[in-house]
């Protein structure tokens, strides 16, 4: 291959490069790599960095990055060029960061009890002002936190020296993403990890999973983990989710557990089940909004009390998270002599504590020259570039900084290191700066290091200039350790045994999600079936008053608002143009805008999914963006001043695709446990309605003559049934026939009568609660009511089909009216008796 | 002379509708060894009976007891009843006469456990920040070396003097600088200005919450937040401790309060708080205090 990628590939002046010396010239455990990525070219490799956004974006579906205080969100991206260390320099690094993690531990320790470091004034203690519970709380005074996972972010000097910049010790994420971003890379460059031989994350995810084992409280048998996020919109939930995955752990948010009887609990279908171990995936200030210092009243109230009575083992604890307080860091070098007698021998970047009057009086001699950080809220330091801030500004920085200056921690800028880029699709290799966070295991076994850890490549907030590595960044990277006798190895998939049954503990807010997952596709479903019905059959077509008031009704209904109801629809008096409704408004609102319109159903079943994210197939994700865009489309058309037919059909068609999709991976690869019945229940309790919606509004009163079928052909179309009624019955579309097809043939997936024996087959199938047998109880009365109702009574009602009778039927109002109603109670004890656990703070 | 006190605090939280579950952390057990306090009993009941009660000890030194309720209850008594000795408290110790500079100094270098603790009280904390109208404030009785305990005498009873004790006017969230504003506020607001002021002077000074006697002695007059928890102001001397001084009433190391929690401001030491799971519906507190001389 003649491919240049490599040979173009230069340093940027003044800059350590990871990949290439200052001649260009490959470094020690880049050159196979370069070589396979010059093998590769750059055409290919184009063509492999978009299918890893497009991995990235199906796997992420829902993650985003929250970008500082402007709340951009932008989805994370991944670069299809590893990072690679050698597996000597890896070791060295490796040894570092155990050797820290085991200093800030014991920092962690005496912080909560002896606290030597203060009284020997080490540390001072203005420097944890802002992070002063570990000095407060309860647990101080009994047995200290005892740190799990350590993760620190490193980033390379000018000289090339591997540098801490920050430590991880509250949450220390991260591993999930170095996963994840494994996983997608060996899809993207097949085989290359192996052939390079590449240190797995196995051995990793082994011990983690043998330490919380061992962590949970004593007398547990075959304990039990959970992992424990927040809400799904937090940044890193997707992170979380398919680190549970790995593991086999259940994922559960914090609206899941609950804390009683000095434990902690998942609350699920069946009731509350004990949880032994929670790895803590919520900051600590969002964990217990009992205890002091909580931001905001999130989390899960009382479940540090279960902690100190034993009764649930938090990994990592609270507490931990006063190691990585920024303000600490400068004096982390001499806590080890202190604590250990050693220095660390990886080292921390340069930072100063603006609380010592010395070093306060270094910046304020030449602020260009720093980074500061505020760190009024400990969790989220504020950082600012104090170079190139107009006089104004920096004149207000350096006030506050004098005022109170042991809330400011500033750092020299310094120039990062850079590794290859390949992610803005240039066409070739870019030197970036590159940030990585590590993770290490501090288990009963002796410390693991997750080898690599999870690159970043750093936005141009953190610019090559000014060594601000704390910014939003948007770009991952996978790390490669290269570990040469890997490549003799057989790789042999072990998958993990899913720790929780989902087929028998299904937590309650899941079992939610799936419902509304259910019920909001049927209706996105339906509602653009009968949008595109109306678009295809009205185009050109002069619709008769009572058959545009008709179709109006329908839109509306089915989009969830009241029906139009003009004078002199009962009577079934053409009323002709004067009819008053505008065809294409009703379409815009019921394409968009409209809460339950096709692009607003569409948005909430995104929401939906996302919620019931562990019960879903995998192949669910990667329908979610498009389902995401294709309602954007919608927004778009139906705000554009003249609805564009053909662009509207197409979009439909475009929605209709992936919810078909849709409902076939939740047909074929859920499991059919409560899961998969709660979302069955809302798609057929959801299409039951609108099915006696679409009844009432297009067949009462019926058509006046069998010629007319354009109103029995649209609801044919919205119940995709009108392919099946031409099999079946080889003539005009009859009325009778239609409303017989809809409500009562029970070989019809669509019509009422299916519906309801598929309820009463989910039904029983639930587990047993009273609300259960409520709810058979009014499928069981709406099914009477079927029956009292039809046939429907009318001339040549329940004929054979026969051509040439005239097929009116009557009653159709009377019927969907007696159905309706035990069908509603049954979406009523739905929220009332499954879901109804949901709990409010008052206090 | 020592003087023996029962102390009663009933504290009822009412919630229109039952609530399912309630954590409850109460900060009511006077402390138990201060040179001029020694508790001889201390009990918390609560109502309905908790499933869980935990006394813990915080990183402060004070009592914290933990109770969970779980079962439906749309009324939460939590009494506390306690047996305190209260004597006089020592002299202070030498700084009190030094320029009051001195004093600042002797803090920020103290390591000893109350000074690391004072020296995080001469910082802000979620209710006291510190401000250049405090300080200008302070420094009218905080003249350039002018002993300590001068100072600090006048500053008490200048908030004493010059603002109304008003129930009512304020609520916890009431900026210290608004109190200094409009001059008004209960004891809680004008401890917390006593710390902003003293803070932003350097000097290290904590919250302190507890109780005064309900009835006073014959022929004295009632002294203002003798009905509720009650909060004043320690002020750090490094070396000998701290010297409570008690702006609401305009006393300098007062001898008949009693001592619950101290910390760096109410948010340290809370009497009553916590969380309830149900139906959100207007929630009723009502608090009665009894302190009678044995």
């Not at chain 1, 005496?110 to 992070?131: C, F, K, S, T």
């Not at chain 1, 797995?200 to 039990?224: I, N």
């Not at chain 1, 171990?277 to 919520?282: A, D, F, G, S, T």
């Not at chain 2, 603790?117 to 350039?144: K, N, Q, W, Y």
Request: some cysteine.
């Amino acid at each position: 291959m003649t491919s240049t990628l490599s040979a173009r590939y230069r340093a940027a002046g003044g800059r350590y490069d990871a990949a290439v010396d200052a001649s260009g010239a490959p470094r020690p455990g880049w050159e196979r790599l370069l070589a396979a990525l010059d093998h590769i070219g750059p055409s290919e490799l184009d063509r492999r960095q978009r299918a890893a956004d497009r991995l990235m974006l199906a796997e992420g579906a829902g993650m985003l990055l929250h970008d500082g205080t402007e709340e951009v969100l932008r989805p994370w991206r991944l670069d299809a060029v590893p990072l690679v260390f050698g597996r000597e320099a890896w070791d060295t690094i490796a040894a570092g960061l155990v050797e820290r993690a085991e200093l800030l531990r014991e920092v962690i320790v005496d912080l909560h009890g002896p606290r030597e470091l203060l009284r020997a004034g080490i540390v001072p203690v203005e420097a944890l002002a802002g992070h002063a519970t570990a000095l407060r709380t309860a647990w101080s005074q009994t047995d200290p936190p005892r740190l799990l996972l350590a993760g620190a972010d490193l980033v390379t000097d000018a000289s090339g020296r591997v540098c801490v910049v920050r430590d991880a010790t509250d949450v220390a994420t991260g591993d999930g993403h170095a996963l994840l971003a494994r996983a997608i890379v060996e899809r993207v460059l097949p085989r290359d990890p192996t052939r390079l031989g590449v240190a797995g994350h196995r051995p990793y995810t082994r011990a983690l999973r043998s330490a919380l084992a061992a962590a949970a409280p004593e007398g547990r048998d075959s304990p039990r983990t959970v992992v424990l996020v927040g809400p799904p919109d937090e940044p890193g939930y997707v992170e979380h989710a398919y680190l549970a995955t790995q593991l086999g752990y259940h994922l559960a948010e914090t609206a899941d557990v609950v804390a009683r009887q000095g434990r902690a609990w998942l609350r699920s279908l069946e009731g509350l089940e004990p949880i032994d171990v929670l790895l803590r995936r919520v900051p600590e200030r969002a964990l217990d909004p009992v205890e002091d210092d909580q931001v905001g009243d999130e989390g899960v109230a009382g479940v540090v009390e279960a902690v100190r009575d034993h009764g649930v083992v938090l990994a990592n604890p609270h507490g931990t998270g006063v190691a990585s307080h920024l303000a600490l860091l400068p004096f982390l070098d001499e806590a080890s002599r202190f604590l250990t007698g050693r220095s660390l021998t990886l080292p921390s970047l340069p930072a100063l504590w603006c609380g010592d009057a010395d070093q306060c009086a270094s910046v304020l001699a030449s602020p260009e020259r720093y980074v500061l950080h505020d760190l009024e809220v400990p969790g989220r330091p504020v950082a600012v570039v104090l170079q190139g801030q107009d006089d104004g500004v920096l004149a207000g920085w350096l006030a506050r900084l004098r005022e109170r200056p042991e809330r400011y921690v500033a750092r020299p800028s310094v120039p990062l290191g850079t590794a290859p880029g390949y992610v803005d699709g240039s066409g070739s290799l870019r030197p970036t700066p590159v940030a990585l966070r590590t993770q290490v295991l501090l288990g009963g076994d002796g410390p693991v290091v997750l080898p690599g850890g999870h690159g970043r490549v750093l936005g141009p907030e953190a610019g090559l200039e000014t060594g601000l590595v704390d910014g939003p960044s948007g770009v991952a990277k996978d790390v490669w350790v290269l570990d040469p006798e890997r490549r003799a190895r057989v790789r042999v998939a072990v998958p993990a045994i899913p720790q929780v049954d989902m087929r028998r503990s299904l937590p309650t807010r899941a079992a939610e999600a799936m419902y509304w997952t259910g019920r909001h596709a049927e209706r996105a479903e339906t509602a653009a079936r009968l949008v595109l019905a109306c678009l295809g059959r009205t185009a050109g077509v002069e619709v008769s008053g009572v058959d545009a008031v008709a179709l109006a009704s329908a839109l509306r209904l089915t989009t969830g608002v009241a029906p139009v109801n003009p004078l002199g629809r009962e009577s079934g008096v053409d009323l002709g143009p004067e009819s008053g409704v505008d065809l294409d408004v009703e379409v815009r609102a019921a394409l968009a805008g409209r809460l339950a319109s096709v692009s607003g159903s569409l948005r909430a079943l995104v929401t939906s999914a996302r919620g019931a994210r562990q019960l879903l197939s995998g192949g669910t994700w990667r329908l979610l963006p498009m389902l995401d865009d294709e309602a954007a489309t919608l927004d778009r058309l139906a705000k554009a001043p003249d609805l564009a037919t053909f662009e509207a059909t197409e979009a439909l068609d475009g929605v209709l695709v992936p919810l078909a999709a849709l409902a076939g991976l939740t047909a074929e690869s859920v499991v059919r446990g409560p899961g998969w019945r709660f979302l069955d229940l809302g798609r057929r309790l959801e299409r039951a309605l609108l099915v006696l919606g679409l009844a009432e509004t297009m067949l009462d009163p019926p058509p006046p003559s069998p010629g007319e079928s354009l109103r029995l052909e649209v609801v044919l179309a919205a119940c995709e049934s009108l392919v099946a009624y031409r099999r079946l019955y080889r003539s005009d579309v009859r009325v009778d026939a239609v409303a017989d097809m809809l409500l009562d043939d029970a070989s019809n997936p669509r019509s009422v009568r299916f519906q309801l024996d598929q309820l009463a087959v989910d039904l029983h199938h639930m587990p047993d609660r009273s609300v259960r047998r409520q709810q058979l109880a009014a499928v069981r009365s709406a099914g009477h009511a079927l029956d009292a109702h039809l046939p429907l009574g009318g001339e040549g009602a329940r004929s054979t089909g026969s051509p040439g009778s005239p097929g009116l039927v009557t009653g159709v109002a009377e019927v969907v009216l007696a159905t309706r109603g035990p069908l509603l109670d049954v979406g009523r004890l739905m929220s009332g008796g499954w879901f109804s656990e949901r709990l409010r703070r008052v206090r | 002379v020592t003087r023996r006190y029962q102390v009663h605090h009933r504290t009822e939280y009412r919630y229109g509708e039952p609530v399912a579950v309630g954590h409850t952390v109460a900060r009511l057990v006077p402390r138990a060894r201060l040179p001029h306090q020694t508790l001889v009993s201390a009990s918390v009941t609560v109502d309905p009976a908790p499933t869980h009660a935990h006394q813990h000890v915080d990183g402060l030194g004070n009592v914290l007891t933990y109770v969970t309720v779980e079962e439906p209850h749309d009324l939460l008594a939590v009494t506390a009843t306690s047996e305190v000795e209260v004597a006089p408290p020592p002299a202070p110790g030498e700084l009190w006469l030094r320029p009051w500079e001195e004093a600042v100094a002797a803090t920020a270098s103290d390591r000893s456990d109350d000074g690391l603790m004072a020296r995080l009280c001469r910082l802000d904390s979620p209710h006291v920040t510190r401000h250049r109208d405090l300080r200008e404030f302070a420094a009218a009785s905080f003249l350039p070396g002018r002993p300590l305990g001068e100072a600090a005498t006048e500053l008490t009873e200048h908030i004493h003097q010059g603002f109304e004790f008003l129930p009512g006017a304020t609520d916890v969230s009431t900026p210290v600088l608004q109190v200094l504003d409009e001059r008004r506020g209960v004891c809680q607001d004008f401890a917390h200005l006593l710390l902003g002021a003293l803070r932003s002077l350097g000097l290290g000074a904590h919250y302190v919450s507890g109780y005064l006697e309900t009835e006073p002695p014959p022929g004295e007059p009632k002294l203002a937040g003798a009905d509720a928890s009650h909060a004043w102001v320690g002020l750090h001397l490094a070396g000998s401790g701290w010297v409570d001084l008690d702006p609401t009433n305009g006393l300098v190391r007062p001898d008949r309060h009693v001592t619950v929690g101290w910390g760096r401001d109410y948010s340290d030491v809370a009497p009553v708080r916590g969380v309830v799971f149900g139906p959100p519906a207007e929630q009723k507190l009502s608090v009665s205090v009894d302190v009678v001389p044995l």
